[in-house]
């Protein structure tokens, strides 16, 4: 009973040496190199076929390949650096990279564009061709966290959305959400995954400091879901208050930084890094249009917003109160939709 494991284990070296050899090829090098055992079995002659395997020996004069590079991770394009480190003497080279390129050279510098590679060294020696793969061995990064801006008035709840694009399938997502100036502008309420593209990711909270708007989670898969796959989109929303007292030009900002022990992280099934990030911010805005902050639209809002346009008058605070159709710049089209709007029964401000 013990000799099928035995040879089992032994086809698995021999294999894992030299991927390229056939079943037969396989087969007829352990038997060629056993040790006669009948002298031993003098009961049994001629009834234990080649004999006791052997699996030095049988490991002997295989092509031998390997391979090492540096780095394996890092931001796209990410350019590697490949050596060939077979014990077997090769004659000749040949990698393929995963991309649909390859190279002859023994140490060949490879290029890689964002995504998670397989890399294949094949050699020619003496003793006839080896190979070594190694699967998901190059993680050229494009991977981002983004957090979305939010313009509120005084009063009201606000929303930031926090947006990830990734290229390789995400098992583990480590989230620290770090946000300044709570309870002076605002509080922060909840961070769910609801409607995103981890709800079917359990998410647990690991850091919870929430007086300070210090939330941290463990966002992950189990046994019965699959891994966030490559897209990009929301993956979390966090939800603030505002404070009915906060002034115009107040922010609540959004980070990312330690909480405690937990670091922005994600984590593959081969590999963790962290992302590239950008910070977003709860802005508390006057009323959109209302440039004197009387908290109604008229025509001296009107006057106010022409001499900013044309005369350089001072911008107001926030800037934003003057962009009345909230397409990001302040020019002669808001000054006609703010007319069309007091005058004319025209669409209110960001309609």
Known sequence: SMAAPHVAGLVGLIKSLNPLLSGQEIFDRIVNSTDNIDDLNPNYVGMLGSGRINANSALTNIASTDFDANPRIGPAPLTVQFHDSSETAPTGWMWDFGDGTQ????????????????????????????????????????????????????????????????????????????????????????????????????MQNVFSNKFNGEMAYRIAVDDFVDALPPGNGPIAKVYFRVRSTAQPGETIDVEFNTLGSYSLKFTTAEIAFTPEVTTGAVTVSALIGDLTGDGVHDATDLNELINVVFFNAPMPNPPSVADFNCDGVIDAVDINDIIQFIFFNGPGACE
């Open 103 to 202: 190279s002859t050279e023994q140490h060949p510098e490879h290029t890689f564009d964002p995504g998670l590679y397989d890399v294949t060294l094949t050699i020619d020696t003496d003793i006839g061709p080896g190979q070594k793969t190694e699967l998901r061995y190059v993680a050229a990064l494009a991977e981002t966290l983004a957090a979305t801006d939010s313009i509120v008035l005084a009063g009201e709840p606000a929303r930031i959305d926090i947006m990830v694009r990734n290229n390789l399938p995400v098992d583990t997502i480590i989230l620290p959400v770090d946000c300044s100036n709570i309870t002076s502008v605002g509080f922060l309420d909840s961070v769910v995954t609801t409607g995103c593209r981890t709800d079917h990711m359990s």
